[in-house]
């Protein structure tokens, strides 16, 4: 066994969490810690806590960094990821936590933009009538918010437009809506799904627009929960073969046993707020790197990160890796 694989374990069995194949050492010290409390204290799956955790920083990451793969190959944190479980297993609680301090962001954003829209219509309300030295308007304001639940293909382009950072669709049993939209849409969504994973512009003009929207850099996140059931309709409606399901991180834990709770500990409800606090503090200081696009908003001007050496010789490794299993085939 590996040395960190070591330290995984050890540190796991002190915890008293079930083993996970997944490694600890990929996050930083306070967030391991993190994940092992909230696996012991909460029953959090490993593996659908630290994946969660990776969604929400994405999503907060949104356009404002992205890395270079190779030459002009330019790649964003973009995440199509469904925890799939079987019912009781525990998948939403992971997601809320990890989405909460955006959710809480969200939150303010709403609040702040109808005490702007009540400004904005009173003096719009105040200059009826008067045809001469009418002040100038403020401009309308534009809600910003990254968290879309229940939307149409059209709503969500508006969104997206609005906040060009990015958006996030989380949707939990997100089968649901895959079925109800792309009924809606007749494939629109999907289109509109494969095109943003590819980093490609979106251009969509519709007869309720009356200005088209073109979207140079679009940034979706798709997160969601899926009963284990329910995995083959994904296969049974197509998306296997147009490439959507190629863009999924299905994360299925190493075990489908429902662990029993632990008994109530005195100090039970002052971690998980501590622990609540640290990831609220890590979602806004990651959601305060600053994003910035040109005047006409055609083109946002990213932060571009390139691979260290070892990094990109990580990567190559394990990139050839998988080409070479898909050339066997």
């Given at each position: ?22 490694p600890l050492d990929a996050f930083p010290d ?300």
């Amino acid at each position: 066994m590996e040395p960190l694989e070591l330290c995984n374990s050890i540190r796991m069995e002190f915890e008293g969490v079930t083993g996970s194949k997944i490694p600890l050492d990929a996050f930083p010290d306070k967030l391991q810690d993190m994940v092992l409390a909230l696996s012991r204290r909460e029953n959090y799956s490993l593996e659908y806590t630290m994946a969660s955790l990776l969604a929400a920083a994405s999503t907060a990451i949104g356009n404002a960094v992205n890395i270079r793969i190779r030459g002009g190959w330019i790649s964003s944190p973009i995440l199509y990821m469904i925890l799939v479980g079987r019912p009781g297993m525990g998948k939403t609680p992971p997601l809320d936590f990890a989405f909460r301090p955006i959710r809480k962001r969200d939150a303010k954003t709403i609040k702040q933009f109808k005490a702007d829209m009540e400004y904005y219509d009173s003096i719009l309300e105040s200059q009826k009538g008067k045809k001469d030295e009418r002040p100038p308007l403020p401009p309308k304001p534009i809600l910003k918010r990254t968290i879309i639940s229940d939307f149409t293909p059209e709503a969500l382009i508006r969104a997206l437009d609005d906040n060009p950072r990015g958006v996030a669709v989380y949707v939990d049993e997100i089968m649901g809506m895959f079925n109800a939209v792309n009924q809606y849409s007749k494939g629109q969504l999907i289109e509109q799904l494969l095109t943003a994973f590819s980093g490609k512009p979106l251009d969509v003009s519709r007869c309720s627009m009356p200005i088209p929207i073109h979207i140079e850099r679009p940034f979706i996140n798709i997160v969601g929960t899926m009963q284990t059931t329910r995995v083959h309709e994904l296969v049974d409606k197509g998306y296997k073969d147009n490439g959507l399901l190629d863009r999924i991180i299905f994360v299925y834990p190493s075990s489908q046993e429902i662990p029993d709770w632990q008994m109530d500990e005195d100090s039970a409800s002052s971690s998980f707020e501590k622990y609540s606090a640290l990831w609220e503090d890590i979602i806004n200081r990651i959601c305060e790197i600053s994003f910035i696009s040109d005047e006409n908003n055609d083109c946002t001007l990213q932060n571009v990160l390139n691979f260290s050496t070892e990094a990109g010789a990580y990567f190559t490794n394990w990139r050839n890796e998988l080409i070479h299993k898909v050339n066997q085939r």
